[in-house]
Each structure stands twice: as C-alpha cells, then as structure tokens.
C-alpha cells in the first residue's frame, strides 16, 4: 500500500492563500510564502522522494504556469533547476472536471477522485503526494491521507483557502516530527492514527 501525504505552505491562521479583497473567493495571494534557502531545499528533498504527484485544478494551474520552464528563468538557483527537472520528470496525476489538456509526464482524471485516489494507493510503488485544497479535502473526508506537513509561516491573513476541508469525523493524529526554518517557519508533520 502507498502513503499518502498532504503539506504545504500554511499561514498562522490556517490558510494555504490569502484572500485578495475584490477578488472572487478562489483566487489568493501566496506572496507570504516566499521560502527560505533552506526551507526550499526541504520542499526539494521532499518531491524527489515521491513517485507520484496528485493536483487539483488550481494548484496544477500554478505549477504548470511556472515550473515546465522554472530551471530556465534568470537567476534561478541550482536548486530551483533541480525541482524543476525533478516536477517535469515526476509522473503526475490532475483531478478536473474542467482542465482538457495536461503535459509534463502527466494523466488527467475527471472521474471519481477518491475511487482514483483509493486504486492508486492500493498499487505498488514508492509514496504520492496531494496537492490543492479541494483535492485534498476530498482525500481526508475519504480517510486517505496518511500524513499531514504544515510548513507555518508567522503571518496571519484574516481569510483565505484553509488547508483543512470541514470534516465529518475526527482525525486523531500522531505528531512525528517538528523543524524549525529560518524566519520562524515551522514544519510539523503528522502521521495519521489508525
């Protein structure tokens, strides 16, 4: 059976972005989230351990925008060219009823996310990794997020997209690691009790 994680980037007050006034409810600013040399290099560290990517629509969108051609932009790091040759060459899965085209090593779903998610973690193969708050909330209502990583940021945006879905259950968690980065990041990382 394949793990199943879910992390990103987080505000204080829980949110994945920040909630731009006149701007419809989806859209967000992540500007807060600028990570630290270091904190980039966990975030690289951590995609080159997954074999599988899985995005919702919008998180897609981003990184599709940005990283087919984020090793070319000036002034990239040699470890932003490092994630983005490892985010090209990462087979990648994206959920949407909407998105009609993908590229980059990548497969489309508009079927039933969780029976998707369900089979994929039934499979042989090294950890996935979900992505998007939609998706992901989708997973954790299913029960199929086996590890939680809050990566805090000391800002708090008053709204904006939560990391977490409203639930129906409890979810008790184990914590299993804490780092701290500079700037006052926090990661923490939880597994999920079963």
């Not at 904190?39 to 899985?54: G, I, P, V």
């Not at 490092?82 to 994206?94: G, L, Q, S």
Request: net charge negative; proline share 5%.
């Amino acid at each position: 059976m394949r793990k199943l994680s879910y992390g990103m980037n987080v505000t204080l007050d829980g949110c994945i972005t920040a909630h731009l006034p006149g701007q419809p409810s989806g859209s967000g600013d992540i500007g807060w989230s600028v990570p630290s040399d270091e904190l980039f290099q966990w975030w690289l560290d951590r995609e080159r351990a997954n074999s599988l990517s899985l995005y919702g629509r919008k998180l897609w969108e981003t990184m599709s925008s940005y990283w087919p051609t984020g090793d070319a932009q000036p002034n990239a790091t040699s470890a932003q060219i490092e994630f983005a040759h490892n985010w090209r060459d990462t087979p990648k899965v994206v959920f949407s009823s909407t998105t009609h085209k993908v590229d980059w090593n990548t497969r489309l779903v508009t079927g039933d996310a969780v029976a998707e998610i369900t089979r994929l973690k039934a499979e042989d193969g090294g950890p996935m990794a979900i992505g998007g708050a939609t998706l992901a909330g989708t997973a954790m209502r299913a029960g199929l997020i086996d590890e939680y990583l809050l990566v805090t940021h000391p800002v708090l945006v008053g709204a904006g997209i939560p990391f977490f879905a409203a639930l129906d259950s409890w979810v008790n968690l184990d914590l299993v690691e804490r780092t701290a980065f500079p700037g006052g990041v926090l990661l923490t990382r939880y597994e999920t009790l079963r």
